[in-house]
């Protein structure tokens, strides 16, 4: 299967990167290499990208995608490791980091994979297949009250209670094996009443258990911190989300980074000594034009901020 994917916000990306042409530039999710495509174009011979990916069909596809240029280092690794890829590569600092959150266009088409509640297949989700549990591990041996959690805090589904009953005892029968097993299980659970807002009554257990199976959140945080910290004075780091979970742990991070003085407010001054690491570029969000989405409607629900290192 051709891998596609079509890159959202893509030029204001670019432009919030604020790329120099000698720089070297770290894409965490290279995916379709969409992104980074258009930061090499911008670089010169001495200018350097670093492209990291956990799913090794990504880079594939995107060593053939940008395969005219020779100043790319190929990553298989997650961005959690940002730090030590850094330092295996001997790079102590770069000018720019772009993350990109989203699930591609190609993991969610691919059949296989098993991310889509909409084409049957063994329920994996792995973005890395070479390791990991998988959503099979998460619907079959978790207890119950796990698996309400997993629905609840990465989902945010409300019938979290509801669906994890329904999945345990249904598997008491036999194991929960393919995709559409699990969406008849979930549509069984919620109430008809609620399945008229227009939206799957699958999509939210689908995003709890990929992110469980992924790790998706609770790399994110360190990972930023960590990029952060091996930023040149002036780099930026441009990340792109697609879910409330993802953009609130991002907006609070980089507020922390920004004002990081914990003294208590009835102080009249700081008296902690923490000074502030980075400078927003923008104070809300950055969101798809009119014209994208009618191109595009997975960028609906994206997200870019994007934070300059002092």
């Given at each position: 299967m051709e891998f596609k994917h079509i890159s959202v916000l893509l030029n204001e990306c670019i432009e919030a990167l604020d790329i120099k042409e000698d720089g070297i530039y770290v894409d965490c999710t290279l995916g379709g290499a969409g992104h980074s495509l258009e930061i090499l174009k911008r670089l010169s011979s001495k200018g350097r990208l670093i492209g990291i990916d956990q799913d090794e069909d990504a880079l594939k596809a995107a060593k053939e995608k940008i395969k005219e240029f020779n100043n790319v280092t190929y990553v298989h690794d997650n961005f959690y490791n940002i730090k030590t890829i850094l330092d295996k590569l001997e790079i102590e600092k770069v000018d720019g980091i772009f993350m990109d959150l989203g699930v591609s266009s190609y993991q969610l088409d691919n059949t296989e994979r098993g991310f889509s509640y909409m084409r049957d297949a063994k329920l994996d989700m792995r973005m890395d297949r070479s390791r990991g549990i998988t959503a099979f591990d998460v619907v079959n041996n978790y207890e119950e009250?796990?698996?309400?959690?997993?629905?609840r805090n990465y989902g945010e589904e409300k019938f979290s209670k509801r669906i994890a009953n329904f999945i345990v005892d249904r598997r008491k029968d036999?194991?929960?094996?393919?995709?559409?097993?699990?969406?008849?299980?979930?549509?069984?659970?919620?109430?008809?009443?609620?399945?008229?807002?227009?939206?799957?009554?699958a999509k939210r257990t689908f995003q709890g258990i990929r992110i469980e199976v992924n790790g998706e959140l609770k790399i994110l945080d360190k990972a930023i911190e960590d990029g952060i910290d091996r930023l040149n004075s002036g780099g930026r780091m441009a990340i792109i989300t697609f879910q409330s979970l993802e953009d609130r742990i991002v907006k609070v991070k980089f507020k922390s980074l920004e004002d990081p003085c914990k003294c208590p407010k009835e102080l009249p001054m700081c008296v902690c000594g923490k000074m502030p690491i980075v400078k927003l570029i923008s104070r809300k969000p950055i969101r798809a034009t009119e014209e994208e989405l009618e191109v595009n409607s997975r960028s609906r629900s994206a997200k870019l901020r994007v934070a300059e290192k002092i």
């Open positions: 009250e796990q698996i309400a959690d997993v629905l036999k194991p929960i094996e393919t995709t559409l097993e699990l969406v008849n299980v979930i549509d069984a659970a919620i109430p008809a009443k609620f399945k008229r807002d227009g939206g799957h009554p």
